[in-house]
């Protein structure tokens, strides 16, 4: 069983069902006793990441003991933001700290429109398991006027371009993370999530 963590803020339903269509068990929850005892988790997310980090805060302990016993972890949109260090959206917060970086505002001086809505190619890094089965690159949608800074040596990242070169994913051991909604990117998207039940399987045979 995988659980999606439900802290009041995200995009829970359309995650959820987004997997079941897939065939993956789901349970969704944020109760301490059930994250321990999934087989891997998914952080989703959506609206501004302090705001998303203070609502994650009374489970943050047991995500972060999770992660670090080696149980794999999904981030996905905000979720993906709340792996990192810190976040500058509305102040400076401190977030889970999964991975080295900082997530900032995607610059207003390019004349593109803030926020980012719509459909990017997304180039991987090679051998990312996430994307597995899918070549060097597909579209996927995002959603987005915040970006990662990744500062993470044992950090592969994937990458797209809105004004500036924007983390799409990342993967650090265990650790995995989609700044754009797989859940909403079709054929591709979906695939996304099953490469990551494959792993959620692979990790506790």
Not at 31 to 59: E, F, H, N
Not at 70 to 97: A, N, R, W, Y
Not at 103 to 128: C, K, Q
Not at 161 to 174: D, L, R, S
């Amino acid at each position: 069983m995988l659980v999606i963590i439900d802290y009041g803020v995200g995009n829970v339903r359309s995650v959820t069902n987004a997997f079941r269509y897939i065939g993956s068990e789901i349970a969704v929850s944020c109760d301490p006793t059930v994250i321990r005892r999934a087989r891997g988790l998914i952080l989703p997310g959506v609206g501004a990441s302090g705001y998303a980090m203070q609502k994650v805060a009374p489970i943050a302990g047991v995500i972060k003991e999770q992660a670090a016993a080696g149980k794999p972890l999904l981030g996905i949109c905000v979720g993906f933001q709340l792996l990192f260090d810190e976040s500058h959206e509305m102040g400076t917060h401190k977030c889970l700290g999964l991975i080295k970086g900082n997530v900032i505002p995607i610059p207003t001086d390019s004349g593109l429109t803030i926020p980012h809505m719509g459909w990017n190619y997304v180039r991987f890094a090679e051998g990312m398991r996430l994307f597995d089965g899918l070549g060097e690159g597909r579209h996927f949608a995002f959603a987005n006027s915040f970006y990662a800074q990744v500062d993470d040596a044992q950090t592969q990242a994937a990458y797209t371009e809105y004004g500036v070169q924007i983390t799409a994913a990342v993967e650090k051991g265990n650790i995995y993370g989609c700044q754009f909604h797989p859940e909403k990117s079709a054929a591709d998207g979906l695939q996304v999530l099953k490469n990551f039940v494959t792993i959620c399987h692979e990790a506790t045979k």
